[in-house]
């Protein structure tokens, strides 16, 4: 059975940082690409970063020069160093694989990141 469990979710204040993880296991293989995503309350789930684990990333506008994606696809790892949070960041955030393969994509749970002004 495939799992991708997130950590490193929390409560900050505004201009502070986090940094988030995700742990992938199970027989995944050939991966494409590994991304997060965030979903605010009322809002669609919105691409944040992806990585095809080497020097090809990939930012939303909004988190440009804040946030920082990194990956491993051998020990299917993704992560996601944010800094300068600011309240409009928190969200629900999710990793994600991509494989060429049905499913074709892997979520994880989700992780919860609240920053307070």
């Known amino acids: 059975q495939v799992q991708l469990v997130e950590s490193g979710g929390g409560l900050v204040q505004a201009g502070e940082s986090l940094r988030l993880s995700c742990v992938g296991s199970?027989?995944?293989?050939?991966?494409?690409?590994m991304a997060w995503y965030r979903q605010a309350p009322g809002s669609q789930r919105e691409l944040v970063a992806h990585?095809?684990?080497?020097?090809?990333?990939n930012y939303a506008d909004s988190v440009k020069g804040r946030f920082t994606i990194s990956g491993d696809i051998d020990k299917i790892a993704v992560y996601l160093q944010m800094t300068s949070l600011k309240p409009e960041d928190t969200a629900v955030y999710y990793c994600?694989?991509?494989?060429?393969?049905?499913?074709?994509?892997?979520w994880g749970q989700g992780t919860q990141v609240t920053v307070s002004s």
């Open positions: 994600n694989v991509q494989v060429p393969y049905y499913p074709y994509d892997y």
């Open positions: 199970g027989n995944i293989f050939n991966i494409k690409t």
């Open positions: 990585t095809n684990g080497g020097r090809n990333t």
